[in-house]
C-alpha cells in the first residue's frame, strides 16, 4: 500500500512566521501535489511536481513556495504566515501510470 | 478553478437505502474519479471511469458517466452507518496532465 505522511496533524503558528509542511512518500511517485481545503471551497491545487526539482504552480500559488529535492519529499513552505492561511493542507502523489491520486492525513494548520 | 460541482451538498439517508450522488463537469475529459473523505481525514480513492466508458462497478458502487451531458453519478447501495463521509468527484482533462480538478463534495450522513 502506497504510505503518505504529512509532519504534523495539528499546527499552530503567529502571523509572520516561516511554517514548513513536508510530505514523504514510500511508493516512488513522480508526481506530488499540495492543495489547501476551505469549507463551501472545496480543494484547491497550490502547487505540484512531477519529478526532483521541478515544480508547477497551481491555482492558488501565491503566498507559498515548495521545494523537492528527494523524490520521496515534498516540502510547502510559507514564506510569512498570514491568518487567511488557516486551512486544512493535503499532500498528495500519483504515479505517472496510474491515475489515482494517494493523499496524507492532512495538516490543520492554525495562523493566530 | 473548479470543474466538478457534487449535487446535492448535503444528503441524509437511513441505513440500507440506497445514495446517489451527482457530479458534473465543464470541459472534456480523459477521466473522472470519485474520493471519499471521512471527517478532518485525508481523501481515499473510491474508483476511476474512463472517458470511453460508461459504466463500473466496484463493490456496493457503481458509477455512471454521460460524456455528453458532462455528468456522473455515484450509486452506494444498501449504505451503511460507515459509508458516513463527504465524496468528492474529481477530473482530470487530458492524458498528459497530471492535475485533478476537485468539485466542492457532497457531505453523506447515514443515519443507522
Known amino acids: 500500500d502506497v504510505k503518505v505522511t504529512q509532519s504534523s496533524r495539528y499546527l499552530v503558528k503567529r502571523t509572520g512566521e516561516k511554517v514548513f509542511l513536508e510530505c514523504v512518500q514510500d511508493?516512488?511517485?513522480?508526481?506530488m501535489f499540495w492543495y489547501r481545503q476551505d469549507p463551501g471551497l472545496g480543494l484547491r491545487l497550490i502547487y505540484f511536481s512531477y519529478d526532483v526539482k521541478m515544480k508547477e504552480k497551481g491555482d492558488i500559488p501565491e503566498g507559498y513556495s515548495v521545494s523537492r529535492e528527494k523524490k520521496e519529499r515534498f516540502s510547502l513552505i510559507l514564506e510569512s504566515a498570514s491568518t487567511n492561511q488557516t486551512s486544512m493542507y493535503l499532500c498528495?502523489?500519483?504515479?505517472?501510470?496510474?491515475?489515482?491520486?494517494?493523499f496524507g492525513p492532512g495538516t490543520r494548520l492554525t495562523v493566530l | 478553478s473548479q470543474q466538478g460541482e457534487e449535487d446535492p451538498q448535503a444528503l441524509s439517508i437511513q441505513e440500507g437505502e440506497n445514495a446517489t450522488m451527482n457530479c458534473s463537469y465543464k470541459?472534456?475529459?480523459?477521466?473522472l474519479q470519485w474520493y471519499r473523505q471521512n471527517s478532518g481525514r485525508g481523501l481515499v480513492h473510491l474508483i476511476l471511469?474512463?472517458?470511453?466508458?460508461r459504466e463500473k462497478h466496484s463493490g456496493r458502487l457503481r458509477v455512471t458517466l454521460d460524456t455528453s451531458k458532462k455528468s456522473s453519478s455515484l450509486l452506494i447501495t444498501a449504505s451503511r452507518a460507515a459509508d458516513t463521509a463527504s465524496y468528492f468527484c474529481?477530473?482530470?482533462?487530458?492524458?498528459?496532465?497530471?492535475?485533478?480538478?476537485f468539485g466542492k463534495g457532497t457531505k453523506l450522513s447515514v443515519i443507522p
Open positions: 498528495a502523489t500519483m504515479g505517472s501510470s496510474s491515475g489515482e491520486q494517494f
Open positions: 471511469i474512463r472517458s470511453n466508458e
Open positions: 470541459t472534456s475529459i480523459n477521466n
Open positions: 511508493m516512488d511517485h513522480e508526481n
Open positions: 474529481a477530473t482530470r482533462s487530458g492524458a498528459g496532465s497530471y492535475q485533478l480538478t
